[in-house]
């Protein structure tokens, strides 16, 4: 693969970080509903919403996959090393791509963090109605 002098292997990059993006912000919602759920004891749906929070995990590894394959090739194409970051792949974008790489890697490590607070809040949630009903949660729960 060459790589295109008018960025468009980067734009390919920015289009997976803009689906990634979506990912991660459909996977919060899901684990808001999830945690939702719990808080008032609607157990009938627990099961359809830890599939959905399942089918999101699965689309963003996939989603991962594809930007770990693009970075790959970008970083070898630029001389960079095989395992340079998105912040260096996107000093090495052309015709403005830089600044909007950056931006989408800071959009995506705060939507991150939001996730993992909203997927703690959810095992809170569920400790918390667990205890309420005397039964003691899995240990696998209390990672």
Do not use: C
Request: proline residues 3%.
């Amino acid at each position: 693969m060459q790589l295109d002098p008018h960025g468009k292997d980067h734009a390919a990059l920015a289009a997976v970080l803009v689906h990634e993006r979506m990912l991660l912000a459909r996977l919060r919602y899901r684990h808001r509903e999830l945690r939702l759920l719990i808080e008032v004891g609607e157990a009938r749906f627990l099961g359809r919403a830890v599939d959905r929070v399942e089918d999101v995990r699965a689309d963003l590894t996939d989603a991962e996959q594809i930007r770990g394959v693009i970075s790959a090739s970008l970083a070898q194409e630029t001389g960079l090393p095989a395992n340079s970051d998105l912040r260096a792949l996107a000093h090495a974008a052309p015709n403005g791509l830089s600044g909007f790489l950056v931006a989408l890697g800071g959009q995506l490590r705060n939507l991150l963090a939001e996730v993992e607070d909203e997927r703690h809040a959810a095992l809170m949630s569920a400790h918390a109605r667990l205890r309420r009903a005397e039964v003691r949660p899995p240990r696998r729960w209390e990672q």
